[in-house]
């Protein structure tokens, strides 16, 4: 109903504006005198310490907040880390045992194809930690942790608050996870987390100075048929979330790519006129990636495509290759996909608005899909 959906159009649009919110309820009380304090987390130091392997498990957009917390995990804790489909997971034969972590991610607790390959990791003796939205659902029930997100309930079957509550959650362990094997100084840890704690603040900043503007451009693409995205490092995983949101709520054929894979096939595909998002690392930050980005965009701006960049507040490098700039604030190299990602949630919702179509109840969609 309207007032469930506190005036806004849909539960995407409020769901949305929530993302700030939904990161700092996922680190309200978490972070004590510049540490990571998750009660959840108590006597897990051992685990942490012993292990030689983690693999996140997940399916749709979990799966991509997993992906960019594989870059947190291995920078940070300095453990391996492999994402993978929970169903291509659990149907094949894995290497896992006693020393493997398994973190699985899901908003709902109770995706079955999750929930098999969390029950299948653990029969294989590994140990498994749920990031779940849902308390007291069916995966943390069956896990061996919890880290709780607060994101609160969301209702839009495309994800989108927990999803950067989720990557909230995944930093949360890999600092609290470094700092145990002495991976990260003290100073270090305070530093990130310090970082982390102004996230909301930038995401609040996007939504107030940019979600217009995305919105009236999304609504002039409105007969667009194809999308591209594209990203490098953390910002890769950020380029398959906005086109999965794109498929999903809006019906447009889009596909994410590793900008570095561009030589490689994609670049085929570019023809004038063909819309490609590009998310930008920050100059300052990751200057390396940052060139290697930027000659992507002269090699598609070449041939024609429409290039709206994603990029850092003052980086001139994109402005004259680019048709638009969507700006995000300053941010470590880490951080800036978090932000990154939510000018990609508001244009598939503009879009799928501008086209007339439910961005809650996509077609053939469900929110939890509870059978394998
Ligand atoms: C469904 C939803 C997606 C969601 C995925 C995983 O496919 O449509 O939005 O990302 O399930 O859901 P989970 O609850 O496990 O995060």
């Not at 469930?4 to 769901?15: L, Q």
């Not at 979600?211 to 009236?216: A, K, S, V």
């Not at 190299?333 to 501008?354: K, N, S």
Request: charge should be negative; hydrophobic fraction near 45%; proline fraction near 6%.
């Amino acid at each position: 109903s309207a007032a469930e959906k506190g005036g806004w159009s849909s539960f995407m649009a409020k769901e949305v504006s929530e993302e700030p919110e939904a990161v700092a309820n996922t680190l309200r009380g978490r972070i004590r005198d510049g540490a990571v304090a998750i009660p959840e987390l108590d006597g897990l130091d051992d685990l942490f310490r012993g292990v030689q392997r983690i693999i996140v498990i997940a399916a749709g957009t979990a799966a991509y907040a997993g992906m960019v917390g594989k870059y947190a995990l291995e920078q940070w804790a300095r453990v391996p880390v492999d994402v993978e489909l929970a169903h291509e997971f659990h149907y094949r034969d894995p290497v896992i045992g006693p020393d493997t972590l398994v973190v699985s991610i899901s908003q709902s607790g109770e995706t079955m194809d999750t929930l098999m390959a969390v029950k299948f990791a653990r029969e294989r003796g590994a140990k498994t930690l749920s990031i779940c939205n849902t308390q007291g659902a069916t995966i943390p029930r069956e896990s061996d942790a919890i880290v709780y997100t607060h994101a609160g309930p969301e209702v839009a079957v495309a994800s989108t608050k927990a999803f950067v509550a989720q990557i909230t959650a995944l930093y949360l362990l890999a600092l609290h996870i470094g700092a145990v094997r002495g991976e990260l100084s003290p100073t270090e840890v305070a530093h990130q987390l310090l970082e982390l704690e102004a996230v909301p603040e930038k995401i609040q900043h996007i939504l107030d100075h940019e979600q217009e503007r995305i919105e009236q451009f999304a609504h002039w693409m409105a007969d667009t048929r194809s999308v591209l995205f594209l990203g490098r490092h953390a910002g890769y995983p950020i380029a398959l979330e906005g086109a999965l949101k794109l498929k999903e709520i809006s019906y447009i054929h889009a596909e994410g790519f590793a900008a570095g894979e561009l030589k490689h096939g994609p670049i085929a595909l570019i023809e004038p006129g063909q819309p490609v998002f590009v998310i930008v690392p920050s100059p300052r930050e990751a200057p390396v990636l940052h060139s290697k980005v930027v000659s992507n965009i002269r090699e598609i701006h070449a041939r024609g495509a429409r290039v709206i960049a994603i990029a850092e507040e003052g980086d001139a490098a994109v402005l004259p290759i680019s048709d638009e700039v969507l700006r995000i604030p300053l941010a470590d190299p880490l951080f800036g996909p978090i932000l990154a990602v939510v000018p990609l949630h508001i244009f598939a919702m503009g879009l799928a608005t501008a086209k007339g179509l439910d961005v809650d109840q996509p077609r053939n969609l469900a929110k939890s899909v509870t059978v394998e």
